[in-house]
């Protein structure tokens, strides 16, 4: 999945889904240095209990699938476009 930047900075910010020109990611920076990663997967899916983890790869997130079962996987930006890239999922 490809979203593009809808402001700019760098991984922390909201990412649009460039064929809906909506939100489509999600990623804020808690006090304790810790990611919210939320990711909406058009007529399929919302995980909005993600949390991240930056790494030299990129992000890596966490989170719970609509059947409350777990979803992995790496996030990276490139010119200001984010990747979302699932590596672990039932």
């Not at 990711?39 to 899916?45: C, D, E, G, M, N």
């Not at 777990?70 to 979302?84: F, K, L, Q, R, W």
């Amino acid at each position: 999945m490809n979203f593009k930047k809808g402001r700019k900075t760098n991984y922390i910010g909201e990412y649009l889904d460039p064929d809906l020109n909506e939100p489509n990611l999600e990623i804020a920076k808690r006090e304790n240095g810790t990611y919210i990663v939320q990711i909406t997967i058009y007529r399929l899916t919302t995980l909005n209990d993600g949390m991240g983890e930056l790494t030299p790869e990129g992000m890596n997130f966490t989170a719970t699938d609509a059947a409350r079962n777990p979803i992995s996987g790496v996030i990276t930006v490139e010119n200001e476009m984010a990747n979302v890239t699932i590596t672990d999922s039932t």
